[in-house]
């Protein structure tokens, strides 16, 4: 059956026992409270999903299986001779629950450079779409054609017993995780290099890998693309690109089409497309500045100027987190290692100096601080890559670490369709009243 997914097997059915077990026990106990304003504030703080992955501390920021992120670049396996965590580490944790060896990431980069393969009728699908296509929207055509090789879909049309859901979608996941490297490189190469395309180096990493298809041949890219894969990988359950992919799932779609439409959701403004508005905004301040250097004053007037117009600052303040994004510093750290001279890098720190302090005046802000996307795109720059448009498309490549192992898990506890109830303003009217009920 292979290495990897024994252990899961393994795992999966010990903690199955256990829920089990829990539900009957404990299944009637009342989990918070829900309040007017979060049914009509988009359920925020609503207790209402398990996910076995990560979870997010509003201190301590991402937890993966207990782990932060400043513990997991020191514990998990590197590259030779480099000093940024593999994603293969972190897949092997979130899916197993412990931290992997050499061996264990080693196994995995074998297993996914098997698996590579993208049949050439992917590539017809998104030749078929206009060049000027947002390549977000090439990735999924992408994936939504790649879906003809699903596992999960083909063993369930044949009867497949319940039992065996969590095995096809193991298999899926392992099959699509391998193969969206070389979709997101080729849509890349495509969209923004005249479609000379670069065939893949089964002696490279999945993230090495994923750095040469693009073009970027530099060893310190690599690392930035295995820091980049690593931390932008999950995020818990709530989020739109991982609560999407679940809710999909959970109606036994299939891996290919839950994920597809979590990365329809990533490609929201709101969500993965925040990382290439924070690029946008600071290349329009230094256009209107006169400077590739602004001071922290002239960043400061920018910043009122911004607020006064009814903007927000892209990539400052966070649904959960109330302190600095640990995915800002783990990025902040790789550049002052990199490239403390460069001046979009120092403009992105002084804007971290400033930002702060000015969003926390305002009283109905309650985290003035940066998320992941006031870095990353940045780090891009630096090495070439200033085709913002593409951004989301690297992070949708990292998100399926996360919400892929997410789907496994889900299958494997047997997690039912999701339907929560709703109701409508009448109701909500009548309730207030004493006139009626809102039934649970």
């Known amino acids: 059956m292979g290495v990897l997914k024994d252990r ?27 309040k007017l304003s979060q049914i009509y504030g988009g359920m925020r703080g609503i207790t209402g999903l398990v996910t076995e992955t990560s979870l997010l501390d ?104 319940k039992k065996d859901y969590w095995e096809a ?18 849509v890349y190469r495509r969209k923004y290099k005249g479609g000379k395309h670069i065939q893949p180096n089964g002696l490279l ?9 693009l073009g970027y041949e530099s060893e310190e890219f690599r690392e930035l693309m295995r820091l980049y894969m690593t931390i932008h990988c999950d995020h818990e359950g709530g989020n739109v690109s991982a609560h999407t992919t679940h809710l999909v799932g959970s109606a036994l779609s299939d891996p290919y089409l839950a994920f597809a439409a979590g990365m329809n959701g990533l490609a929201g403004p709101l969500h993965g497309l925040a990382n290439q508005e924070v690029i946008k905004w600071i290349f329009e301040m230094q256009e209107q500045i006169g400077s590739d250097l602004p001071t922290k004053e002239q960043i400061t007037d920018y910043v009122k100027k911004t607020l006064s117009e009814g903007k927000v600052i892209p990539g400052y303040g966070h649904a959960v987190l109330r302190r600095t994004d640990p995915r800002f510093e783990a990025q902040m750290r790789f550049g002052k290692k990199h490239m403390p001279d460069d001046h979009l890098l120092q403009t992105v720190w002084n804007i971290y100096d400033t930002v702060p302090e000015i969003l926390g005046s305002i009283a109905k802000i309650k985290n003035p601080w940066p998320n992941v996307d006031a870095h990353s795109g940045a780090l891009l720059v630096h090495y070439g890559m200033k085709e913002y448009e593409f951004y989301t498309v690297l992070f949708g490549v990292s998100r399926a670490l996360g919400v892929l192992a997410g789907l496994c898990w889900d299958r ?4 039912p369709l999701e339907r929560p109830k709703s109701v409508s303003t009448r109701l909500v009217k009548l309730w207030l009243e004493g006139k009626e009920e809102i039934w649970g």
Not at 206 to 213: E, K, Q, S
């Open 8 to 34: 899961f097997k393994e795992k999966a059915e010990q903690l199955a026992g256990e829920v089990k077990e829990m539900l009957k026990e404990h299944g009637e106990k009342p989990i918070g409270e829900v």
């Open 58 to 161: 509003p201190q301590d920021g991402i937890r993966f299986r207990g782990y932060s992120i400043p513990e997991l670049e020191k514990a998990l396996p590197k590259a030779e001779g480099g000093s940024e965590p593999l994603p293969e580490g972190l897949f092997y944790l979130m899916l197993v629950g412990s931290l992997p060896g050499d061996e264990d990431v080693q196994h995995i980069t074998s297993v996914w450079q098997r698996r590579s393969h993208v049949p050439n009728y992917v590539f017809d699908t998104i030749e078929a779409l206009p060049e000027s296509t947002h390549p977000m929207t090439q990735f999924v055509v992408g994936i939504m054609a790649l879906q003809n090789e699903s596992n999960f879909a083909r063993r369930y049309s044949e009867g497949m017993s």
């Open 169 to 186: 979608t193991f298999d899926d996941v392992m099959d699509l995780i391998a193969r969206l490297p070389r979709i997101a490189a080729y």
């Open 205 to 213: 990493d999945w993230a090495g890998n994923f750095a040469h298809m």
């Open 412 to 415: 494997a506890l047997g997690m």
